[in-house]
């Protein structure tokens, strides 16, 4: 059963509460689909800007991405009350092929790309997104489903970078019902994508699981605790992180080449050590961001080199590549180098 507060509406004063962190920027894009969540961020940050004497210039997006024959509709529908509000609106398109498998994530990149590439060209300093806490729980279950680390389920932060610009999230701390109370009230009708429910997708089958949760005491409000919690946890480790490379960099004195004195390594706690080898491997490596479980392969990897080496089965020596970074140790020494690049096949050759 829902609370009470999960049915009030979104006023004009917590509007400027919610907004007051970027009153200074000279743009912001709003990223509007035509949803409940988006449309409510549009309305009150239009609300927002009147209250200012001086506000920043307001740039709502729509990102049609050629799925749905409803969706160029639903587009003009924003134009519409955009204009309204006085707010500029952009329609952009997702071109091209569309893959097969792995649709939603494509056509979230190909969405934050868009926004980001808008934001660039007016001049914006970031994109608003209408994420509420509902989503934010969605992403601790997803997360975890998938066996992320402390930092995924971390889950979504207020602010984070992404393509050049700034994520904001100004909705995390509120349920859609607010939203959805608040549009009601503005009498402002939203669309409703069939995507969101359509159980071919990972994310719409998890939300089919929130009231079961929710009946155990896993609702949302308990999984954005989680997810609040995990990221203070996370910052702290970040911060141990931080001090363990400047306590590596300190012993290395005029040693050469990229990596960690191998036994001053060792000494350090596993999660900081993988934290380490994600960092190094990333800044080397030219093939995008490791994955958790293959940084965490290769510890185990480098572990038992390190074993058979203080066995006395011979000296401890491993090489591996991973995301375009090759990882050795020599000399009681490890390198995380930037791998050669890999050489593209002749064709008819094998």
């Known amino acids: 059963m829902p609370r009470p507060e999960e049915s009030l509406i979104v006023s ?38 009147r209250s200012l004497k001086r506000g920043p210039r307001l740039v709502a997006v729509t990102v049609d991405h050629g799925l749905r024959k409803e969706a160029a509709r639903e587009a003009r529908d924003v134009k519409q009350l955009a204009n ?32 980001a590439r808008a934001a660039l060209g007016c001049g914006a300093t970031h994109v608003f997104t209408a994420h509420t ?68 997708f990972t994310r719409p089958r998890l939300r089919a699981l929130m009231p079961v949760l929710a009946a155990e005491g896993a609702d949302a409000r308990g999984l954005v605790r989680l997810a609040a919690r995990l990221a203070r946890a996370n910052a702290a480790l970040d911060v141990m992180t931080d001090g363990a490379e400047r306590y590596l960099a300190s012993i290395d004195g005029a040693s050469s080449g990229a990596g960690f004195d191998l036994a001053a390594f060792d000494a350090l706690s596993d999660e900081i050590r993988v934290r380490l080898l994600m960092r190094a491997i990333n800044r080397a ?66």
């Open 84 to 115: 309204a509000l006085d707010v500029e609106h952009r329609t952009l398109r997702w071109r091209g092929e569309k893959p097969k498998t792995g649709l939603p994530s494509a056509a979230r990149d190909a969405r934050y790309r868009l926004l």
């Open 12 to 49: 004009a004063a917590e509007a400027r509460h919610l907004f007051a962190d970027w009153k200074g920027a000279p743009a912001l894009v709003l990223a509007v689909s035509g949803g409940p969540d988006s449309l409510a961020l549009m309305w009150l940050a239009a609300r927002w800007r």
């Open 285 to 350: 490596g030219h093939e995008g961001p490791a994955e958790l479980g293959k940084v965490e392969a290769l510890l185990q990897a480098m572990d038992q080199a390190g074993a058979k080496g203080k066995s006395g089965a011979g000296r401890t020596r491993l090489k591996q590549t991973l995301a375009g970074a090759v990882i050795s140790i020599q000399n009681s020494r490890i390198y995380i180098v930037p791998a050669p690049p890999r050489r593209r096949r002749m064709a008819g050759l094998p």
């Open 133 to 200: 806490r509902d989503d934010q729980a969605e992403t601790v279950i997803m997360r975890l489903s998938r066996g992320s680390g402390i930092a995924g389920l971390a889950a979504m932060a207020r602010q984070t970078e992404r393509d050049g610009v700034v994520l904001a999230r100004p909705f995390l701390d509120l349920p859609k019902s607010r939203l959805v109370a608040t549009l009601n009230k503005a009498g402002i009708a939203f669309a409703d994508d069939p995507t969101n429910h359509d159980p071919r």
